[in-house]
Every structure is written in structure tokens, then in C-alpha cells.
């Protein structure tokens, strides 16, 4: 009985000497360079009177597509956006460019953007006058795009865009780029406060965004914006480093 209770007491010393006994804390700070390498497929459309001989720049219209048209079939890009109408034969002032994301993932906004800076140098593009627009999941990575690298572009536009919740907190990144945002009152899958939340944010930074609601429309607020001449006519009036011109 003697060796039970002495065994009993020092189990007991044990547990109250680990409960006495804190875990160290350790405070770091990591800092570090990741580099991957990047691939995309992406389909480029040129205005009829482009001149690779010549010294006039163009502007350029990066258009991403939405969640349907992920795969490596590149015709599928012509589906929805500008690039359904220049397949119908409609000549644009843009040089249109139009990358594709695999299959089950999310456009990579550093992948995208690398493109872009990779085009506007082989191409004769005109620098201040870089657009990005998007519907639904490219709506969302215009919205990535804008944050990641705020003063690159002219201007973007993005239609029935998921907005990452913290973007409303940061919105004054935005506060100088012109935006023209697109979505449908009845939109079931990217409800159009989520769009709302970030327009106000923007508002309240001095930003006069145009935020353009189609009172029936679902989540297709797609068609009806890139069907509108106006639509183009409004992005071709900005240019980096300028006033917004709404």
C-alpha cells in the first residue's frame, strides 16, 4: 500500500510540475523569393489595320473568361465576350488578347500577368492604354489583377466578378483607375452585393465607378455588356495616368 501511494504522489508531483511548466514562445519573420516557372495557352486577335512595320501602338484588351471555358480548346474562348463578336466578324480597335486556364483551377493572376507584360513587349501595344475585363470567374481575377498591380492598367471592367472580402478594406489602391463594373439584379451565383460592397468602398475613396445593374438579368450580365459599342467607346477614352473620363 506504502509503494502504491508513493507511486500515486509522485504521478501527482509529475502532472503539477508539467502544468507549472509553459511552452516557449518563439517569435519570426520569414522573408524569401519564389520563383515558378508559368504556362498558359491564350488566343490574340489583331485589328485589320495593324502593321507590324509600322510605329503605331494600339491598345489592348485582355479578356478572361469565365469557369465554362476552362480546358485546352482554345476555340472555346470565342463562346462568350469580344472574341464572340470578332468570330462574327467585328473589327475592334483593340488588340484582344484572351488566355485560357486549365481545367479545374482559377486564373493565376501572376501567370496572367506575365503574359500581359510578355505581349505588350512582342506586340505593338500601347502601354498607358492596357484594359482587362472578365465575366464571372474572370470578372473575379480582373478584380485580382487590378489589386495585384494597381497602376499598370488603364482601366478594367468586370462583369458578375466574385470580390475577395478583403478587397473593400484596400479599395483606395483603386481610387485613381477607371472602373466600369457589370452585373444583374437576379445573379444566383455571384449575388450582386458582393459587387455593391466594393463599389461603395471605392466611393468612398473618391472613385465615381460606374456600376451599371440590369434589373432582370441573372448571372449572364455578360452578353448584353460586351454586345454595348459604348462599352469599348468608354475604354478607349482612358489611359494611364490620366483623369478618368466617365
Not at 520563383?35 to 488566343?43: I, Q, S
Request: with cysteine; aromatic share 12%; glycine share 6%.
Amino acid at each position: 500500500m506504502r509503494k502504491y501511494l508513493l507511486l500515486i504522489m509522485a504521478i501527482g508531483m509529475l502532472i503539477y510540475t508539467a502544468k507549472g511548466q509553459n511552452m516557449e514562445s518563439i517569435q519570426g519573420k520569414h522573408q524569401g523569393v519564389v520563383t515558378k516557372e508559368v504556362k498558359v495557352r491564350y488566343l490574340i486577335t489583331l485589328p485589320s489595320e495593324y502593321d507590324e512595320n509600322s510605329k503605331e501602338l494600339w491598345p489592348m484588351l485582355v479578356f478572361l473568361h469565365g469557369s465554362g471555358e476552362r480546358g485546352d480548346h482554345l476555340e472555346m474562348l470565342k463562346v462568350h465576350g469580344p472574341l464572340k463578336h470578332v468570330e462574327n466578324g467585328e473589327n475592334y480597335n483593340f488588340i484582344i488578347l484572351a488566355p485560357q486556364c486549365p481545367v479545374n483551377e482559377d486564373f493565376d493572376s501572376e501567370t496572367v500577368f506575365s503574359l500581359i507584360q510578355e505581349i505588350a513587349e512582342t506586340y505593338k501595344v500601347d502601354k498607358d492604354r492596357i484594359y482587362v475585363t472578365g465575366l464571372s470567374m474572370g470578372g473575379a481575377a480582373t478584380w485580382d489583377l487590378a489589386m495585384l498591380h494597381p497602376d499598370y492598367f488603364a482601366a478594367i471592367a468586370p462583369v458578375c466578378g466574385y470580390v475577395n472580402r478583403n478587397y473593400p478594406f484596400k479599395a483606395e489602391a483603386l481610387k485613381h483607375l477607371p472602373i466600369w463594373v457589370f452585373h444583374g439584379a437576379n445573379d444566383n451565383v455571384v449575388p450582386v452585393h458582393m459587387e455593391a460592397n466594393m463599389i461603395s468602398a471605392l466611393t468612398s475613396h473618391g472613385n465615381n465607378v460606374k456600376f451599371t445593374i440590369y434589373p432582370t438579368a441573372n448571372h449572364d450580365a455578360w452578353t448584353e455588356t460586351y454586345s454595348n459599342p459604348a462599352f469599348y467607346e468608354w475604354l478607349l477614352k482612358q489611359k494611364r495616368g490620366m483623369k478618368p473620363s466617365y
